[in-house]
């Protein structure tokens, strides 16, 4: 089994994103242990394996428009990505992702009915997976408003964990899972489109507000006030998680939290001479400061600091092993 091929299929190098949105959620929780912890770790990783393998699988076998190829065949990008060129044969990967993320989810449901909503945790589960599901089987190519399935997907998924250890939602929780939806309502609408400019897809919404690319530069048009407009309330949310008996410490946190991200937002929204992989790296530092913001907010400090370098030494590490670069070479 050629391990590296099936972990860039699986995108492993965005692990810590999917793994931190179920652990952060957790063990925010008062029922709470380290075997659940290191459960949920696997889990998370696990997740994100088999179904950023999906999303691979289907983009690289369904056929989306008459008279076209798949969309992963058409993107000279994938060139090299192992579905791709063929290093993993297609009806071995629909074998091993379909029948693992079936397994996963099995699992998932006989844990919620331990956790301490199960009727809730359970509702999160079938949210993640359907709507999930939908995303990867075609809306994310044919739907200009694709963002919306995935991002309800991952709010699911992080609402199973969530009453994992939470009996109610609270107010908390309502500030957190919107700020989850939004941060995947921005990676999917502005960056998972911007990085797909040169192939002007009908799905891609920026270019449904009126961005376009000539010439290497990149005019947003109306797309750009989107994209600022959702980290802006994700920045205004951020600020509502931060915890009543604050230090100076959150307060520095997230002042550096949302200055990043505003600086980013304008690097990515704005109009700019475009360049794939300066993209590729920009979102992936995006990601990052808007995965990590909340976690203080959430959780001890220590156990924040853990998860944060745990987290960086994953996808700088992933990434070298996997692409040879600092950034997803996909």
């Known amino acids: 089994m050629n391990l590296k091929a099936w972990m860039q299929v699986g995108r492993a190098q965005t692990c810590p994103a999917t793994t931190l ?11 709470v242990s380290l075997i659940g912890a290191l459960l949920m770790t696997v889990f998370g990783i696990l997740v994100h394996l088999f179904s950023f393998g999906q999303n691979s699988l289907l983009d690289t076998t369904v056929i989306h428009y008459r008279g076209r190829l798949p969309p992963d065949l058409e993107d000279p990008s994938k060139a090299h990505h192992p579905l791709v060129c063929g290093t993993i044969e297609l009806s071995k990967a629909h074998s091993v992702i379909n029948w693992g993320l079936a397994l996963l989810a099995t699992a998932a449901g006989i844990w919620s009915l331990f956790g301490a909503n199960p009727a809730l945790s359970m509702l999160g589960l079938i949210v993640w997976f359907i709507w999930g599901w939908g995303y990867n089987a075609g809306l994310s ?6 963002f919306l399935p995935i991002s309800i997907c991952f709010a699911g998924l992080t609402g199973w964990a969530w009453f994992l250890t939470h009996e109610t939602i609270g107010l908390a929780g309502v500030y957190y899972f919107a700020y989850v939806f939004l941060t995947i309502l921005f990676q999917i609408s502005v960056e998972g489109n911007l990085k797909e400019m040169a192939q002007a897809e009908r799905s891609n919404l920026l270019i449904a507000m009126g961005a376009r690319l000539r010439s290497g530069w990149f005019s947003p048009g109306w797309s750009a006030a989107w994209g600022v407009g959702i980290k802006a309330l994700s920045g205004f949310l951020l600020g509502r ?15 550096l939290c949302i200055v990043s991200i505003g600086i980013l937002s304008g690097k990515l929204c704005l109009p700019h001479f475009y360049d794939r992989p300066r993209e590729l790296k920009l979102m992936s530092l995006m990601e990052i ?9 959430m959780v001890d400090w220590r156990i924040a600091a853990i998860l944060m370098i745990a987290g960086a030494i994953w996808f700088i590490g992933a990434n070298k092993l996997l692409w040879g670069t600092s950034h997803p070479g996909v």
């Open 21 to 31: 949105l179920l652990l952060v959620p957790y063990l925010a929780g008062g029922r």
């Open 141 to 146: 190519k044919v739907s200009a408003i694709a």
């Open 241 to 255: 998680l931060v915890r009543v008996d604050f230090t100076i410490f959150d307060i520095l946190w997230g002042m």
């Open 289 to 297: 400061v808007s995965i990590y913001a909340p976690i203080p907010f």
